[in-house]
């Protein structure tokens, strides 16, 4: 049994994590998005490590984490214009990009692909690690596989202690959700995750921005995804998600013979008034949803509950992401009022 530090982000600690990085261990990183678990891309056995520590399907292939251009230029085999533009625009900040991979990339970091994932993330701390360690850096969400992500050092350490050796503690994730993730070709982008980053925001940079059915739709298990990742469960409470969309009026009545002492409801902030017990809030808007949507997730299962109904969000700009995420959480159980 391994024990793991909650670690100030001092430099001392940041160098210290990339001493341990650079013997092959694994640490869990804060980033604007969610925590990640970080090792490093070059070293299979570390990344071997991060597969095991999650419990990941190794079939979902992990993104790649620079903090300079340099190390971009080294993990592509393809720089073109367009995603010259993105990288100028967009980084540091929460957007991967999938682009053709070069020759220095592990076939355990793509799970096979030809393609590798890459983003450079804005979090100080999270810059100052790969800097510290000249390599990128693999860092896929810091929780189990399955559950709902860590955007705090406690949820790292709720699913994680005892299997790593340290947490660098970089307060709550600002942004909450995962970074966007997009398919860059010649002149055209397809948007297989949303995030933070929009696709109006994209269209900006390019006109032909698609959105991949599999963000809206429970992926036909004949046909082949481009992102491993959508065939698995993700960001799940253990109790049973039921996504609910409609107004607030429809929402009331449809639960209104429905909650008990084990179900809950997950409402707007400014819906709460309505309900007597047994309500959580996830937010006022869309940027708020995002940042609080996975602690409230984790502090469903602190309450115990069996069963949640939670108001589907809005389903433009990030709330897409949110919507897509809670679409997820629940197995695709949607209810349309
Ligand atoms: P996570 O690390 O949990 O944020 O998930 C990363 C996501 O990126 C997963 O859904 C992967 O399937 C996806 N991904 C990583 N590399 C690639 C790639 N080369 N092509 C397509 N999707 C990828
Ligand atoms: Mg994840």
Redesign the pocket.
């Known amino acids: 049994m391994i024990y793991t530090k909650i670690l100030k982000p001092t430099d001392e600690n940041i160098s210290c994590c990339a001493s341990l990085i650079k013997s092959s261990d694994i640490v869990a990183m804060p980033t604007e998005t969610v925590y990640g678990l970080a090792a490093s891309a070059y070293d299979k056995n570390a990344v071997a490590k991060i597969f095991d520590a999650k419990g990941r399907p190794q079939d979902?292939?992990?993104?790649c984490h620079i903090s300079n251009f340099d190390m971009l230029l080294n993990l592509t085999c393809k720089m073109s214009n367009l995603l010259y533009r993105i990288a100028e625009r967009f980084w540091p900040g929460p957007l991967?990009v999938?682009v053709p991979r070069s020759d220095c990339v592990l076939d355990i970091v793509?799970a096979g692909?030809d393609?590798?994932?890459i983003r450079f993330p804005s979090h100080i701390v999270a810059q100052k690690l790969i800097n510290e360690c000249g390599f990128p850096l693999v860092a896929?969400?810091a929780n189990l596989s399955g559950t709902p992500s860590p955007t705090t050092a406690a949820h790292v350490y709720d699913d994680l202690k005892g299997k790593i050796k340290a947490i660098l503690d970089g307060g709550t994730c600002k942004i909450g959700v995962?970074?966007t993730?997009i398919?860059v070709d010649d002149n055209e982008i397809k948007l297989?995750?949303p995030g933070a980053i929009t696709i109006k925001m994209l269209q900006k940079v390019c006109k032909n921005v698609t959105a991949d059915i599999t963000i809206f739709n429970k992926p036909d298990e004949n046909i082949k995804v481009?992102?491993?990742?959508?065939k698995y469960k993700h960001y799940s409470p253990k109790a049973n998600v039921i996504l609910v969309d409609g107004s607030l009026s429809q929402f009331k009545k449809y639960i209104s013979d429905k909650l008990d002492n084990n179900t809950f409801c997950v409402v707007f902030d400014e819906d709460q008034a309505h309900f007597k017990n047994n309500v959580l809030t996830y937010g006022k808007d869309s940027l708020s949803q995002a940042h609080n949507i996975f602690s409230v997730l984790r502090k469903v299962d602190d309450l115990k509950a069996n069963t949640v109904f939670i108001r589907c969000p809005q389903k433009t700009d990030i709330g897409l992401a949110v919507y897509n995420r809670l679409l997820r959480a629940s197995g695709f159980n949607l209810v349309k009022l």
């Open positions: 979902n292939p992990l993104i991967t999938i793509t692909l393609t590798v994932a896929p969400s995962e970074s993730i398919k297989l995750r481009i992102s491993p990742g959508v």
